[in-house]
């Protein structure tokens, strides 16, 4: 058991009381006012706020998930450098068993020792997507939603998250079956119209991948597939801020209109996140990056370079919102819909991943589930 000092707690709202925060066995145990545990770390420098959850992430230092499977626990053993204590490598559209390789990866679990970001499964964007919003993914992967394909797709096999097209042909069933096994089904890479988005949406859809990328956009007459989606209460969308994929503009109304209520922010980071400008892979593309984003040959963006906190300080520059307004678009809100009650929030019996931030919100250390994984080398961290 040890307790922590810390200069303020978020959970992720501010706690308004004594800084301090116990943990045992992996867990949180007290919040508040208590004696310090015989081991204990003083951060008063640094601001202690859950640990961030991010729903779709291509891969990072130089590693592709859906070219390099075999890399998923070897990036995310690094990811806690960037905060993150859970996420759902993402699988773009590819062949069944390139998708069935990576399931396997995942199923075979961490190896010896890894002390890293928890895994809970993966987020397979794909294959059953609109080839007319396909973004970087390979057109002739695409699959018609046929649950032969999908009869071994269960959360307990790894599969975590579904992108789909609810409008494509023999998808409300698919949505149907794969939502009562549990998993998450997301609305993406689809030209859906109000109407088949509503449909969806009823068939068990309970997310959106990226908000505006790869969607049916706003018209007047033809609301489409982003109005369905804000308009309906239960469903939660992420969005990539790193103000290339959605203008501020547009990010500023989605918050005026629902503020964080349904929010996620996603990175949607690739290979070349945490590396310099180079050329990195993304599924069976090769990807240019300058420093600024990632792109196709022929300008299209293909996933981004964006870290968790520069979306999260994206936010508050975009909406003026608040620091624990942003923070639980990274924490609570994503936990919640993956229905992990015991993540993302700073509580007793919660699960004790989290971050201390310096003042210029900067990762100074992480912990995954009680244990220091990450620690900056310029961090002060005074163990007594």
Known sequence: ?????????????MFNREPRVSVDSGKFVTLGEQKKAGRHLRALEYDLVPGFIDLQINGAFGYDFTSQPDSI????????????????????TSPLEVMENAL???????PTGYQGTYLPGLHLEGPFLNPKKKGVH???????????????????????????????PGAINLIISLSQRGILMSAGHSLADVHQARAGFGAGIRYATHLFNAMTPI??????????????????????????????????????????????????????????????????????????????????????????LKALQN?????????????????????????????????????????????????????????????????NLQWD
């Open 138 to 168: 390979a057109a002739g992967l695409f699959h018609l939603a046929d649950p032969r394909l999908v009869q071994e797709w269960t959360p307990q096999n790894g599969v975590r998250m579904v992108t789909i097209a609810p409008e494509i």
């Open 219 to 308: 018209h007047h007459r033809e609301p489409g597939l982003v109005m369905a989606i804000l308009e309906h209460e239960e469903i939660s969308y992420g969005m990539i801020l790193d103000g290339l994929h959605v203008a501020p503009e547009l990010v500023r109304m989605v918050w005026h209109y629902q503020g964080n209520r349904r929010l996620i922010l996603v990175t949607d980071a690739s290979a070349a996140l945490g590396m310099p400008a180079g050329t990195y892979p993304l599924g069976n593309n090769e990807i240019q990056v300058d420093g600024i984003s990632a792109r196709l040959a022929d300008g299209t963006l293909a996933g981004s370079i964006l870290s968790p």
């Open 1 to 13: 058991m040890f307790s922590i000092d810390a200069r303020k707690i978020y959970h992720p709202e």
């Open 315 to 379: 936010l508050q520059s975009f909406t003026k919102c608040s620091f624990h307004e942003a923070l639980a678009c990274l924490t609570a809100n994503p936990a919640r819909v993956l229905g992990m009650r015991d993540r993302g929030v700073i509580r007793p019996g919660a699960v004790a991943d989290f971050v201390l931030l310096s003042a210029d919100q900067q990762v100074a250390a992480t912990f995954v589930a009680g244990e220091l994984v990450y620690q900056a080398p310029w961090a």
């Open 73 to 92: 626990w070897q990036v995310a053993e690094r990811l806690p450098e960037f905060g993150i204590t859970t996420c759902l490598p993402t699988i773009i």
């Open 104 to 110: 396997q990866v995942w199923r075979n679990n961490k």
